[in-house]
């Protein structure tokens, strides 16, 4: 799995979710606490599914790790 590249808007860095695999989002979105996921404006286009970098980068993580140790207990 790939981290995303951050979309910079007013200062502030965030994603969106239909920028990932619908397996990735649904794990995302359930992960998230209610009301994580924010409307965006950029020049004028709303983005409906955006979520802040930084809470991004951390599900990534932990996600990462998850996958990392249920690969060790395979074998």
Same mark, same amino acid.
């Given at each position: 799995?790939?981290? #995303?590249?951050?979309?910079?808007?007013?200062?502030?860095?965030?994603?969106?979710?239909?920028?990932?695999?619908?397996?990735?989002?649904?794990?995302?979105?359930?992960?998230?606490?209610? =009301?994580?996921?924010?409307?965006? =404006?950029?020049?004028?286009?709303?983005? =409906? &599914?955006?979520?802040? $970098? &930084?809470?991004?980068? #951390?599900? $990534?993580?932990?996600?990462? #790790?998850?996958?990392?140790?249920?690969?060790? #207990? &395979? $074998?």
């Amino acid at each position: 799995m790939s981290k #995303l590249i951050p979309i910079s808007i007013n200062g502030s860095n965030w994603i969106q979710l239909s920028q990932l695999s619908v397996e990735q989002a649904l794990r995302l979105k359930s992960w998230l606490p209610v =009301n994580s996921l924010k409307k965006i =404006n950029l020049n004028g286009i709303e983005l =409906n &599914d955006c979520v802040a $970098f &930084d809470t991004y980068l #951390l599900w $990534f993580r932990s996600h990462q #790790l998850y996958v990392q140790r249920q690969a060790l #207990l &395979d $074998f």
